[in-house]
């Protein structure tokens, strides 16, 4: 009995002391949990922080290569606006080609000379227009006239071509058909039109030999104007086509020979010299 009181006694004084232990170190316990909630919301709230920092960072960086990337497409088109601009400068303004004007072609010409009148001249190297006055000389024009008339210059070869001095022609192909002009000299006429570039003239031999051979002159040749007092007077010039007179074959120069032109005419050329450009025809135009 009395061991069992004493026994109740002890049990009852551990359970006491434990007790009152639990008494006196019970706040130290919660204020440490506390204090670890607090440290891992602090945590977290530093941890946050440092994403939303992170996350405005990134942001900023990205806001300044936008900004970068547009100050580069700004300064390329004002570079190629600057471009632009400069070649504009640099570039000279392209013309538009005028339209070639409308030939229209006289079927019937007059029996005579008008006293201004234009030729057609459908060649290998082009169409070119001569326009021929009777005022500059009047023989000359109308001896031109009546040969173009009667088709006598279709065919012809253009036999002598002397770059930078002058291209000449007038014998015609058929031997028949130039033999009886040969001979059918004109009297000069005097001096009006001398011989600038692109007019055309008629050939001679000295005074009042004029007959079917004529030239266009490539440059300003007036040391021919009074060539040994009767001169090369101009008949007409070249009006539309010149750069087609000036593309004539130039190959041959003045080999071909005007005496076997006159005796063998077109077949002479034909196999001495293939290669001569020639007048496929000639057409009175308005």
Known sequence: MVKNIITLLVVVGVVGGVT?????????????????EQ???????????????????????EEVRAKNAEDTIVIAKADTEA?????????????TPAEAPK??????????????????FECSTGDFVVECHKAWAPLGADRFYQLNKEGYYNGCRFFRVLPGFMVQFGI????????????ANLKDDPLVEGNKTGYITFANSGPN???????????????????????????????LGFENVQAINPEY???????????????????????????KKVSLIK
């Open 103 to 120: 030939l229209e072609v006289i079927k019937d010409w007059p029996a005579s000379a008008p006293d201004t009148y234009k030729l057609l």
């Open 209 to 239: 030999s004029r007959s079917t051979q004529v030239f266009i002159n490539y440059a300003n040749n007036h040391n021919l104007d009074k060539y040994q007092g009767y001169g090369f007077p101009a008949f007409g010039k070249v009006i």
């Open 20 to 36: 009152l232990f639990n008494s006196k170190y019970e706040p130290s316990r919660i204020k440490k949990e506390k204090m670890e």
């Open 172 to 183: 015609n192909g058929d031997p028949k058909i130039s033999a009886p002009w040969k001979n």
């Open 83 to 95: 471009a632009t601009v400069d070649a504009a400068l640099e570039t000279p303004p392209v013309e």
């Open 39 to 61: 440290m891992a919301a602090a945590k977290e709230l530093e941890a946050a922080m440092a994403e939303e920092e992170k996350v405005a960072l990134e942001k900023a960086i």
């Open 253 to 279: 120069k003045e080999r071909p020979n005007q005496g076997l032109i006159h005796t063998r005419g077109n077949a002479y050329l034909n196999e001495a010299f293939p290669k001569l450009d020639f007048i």
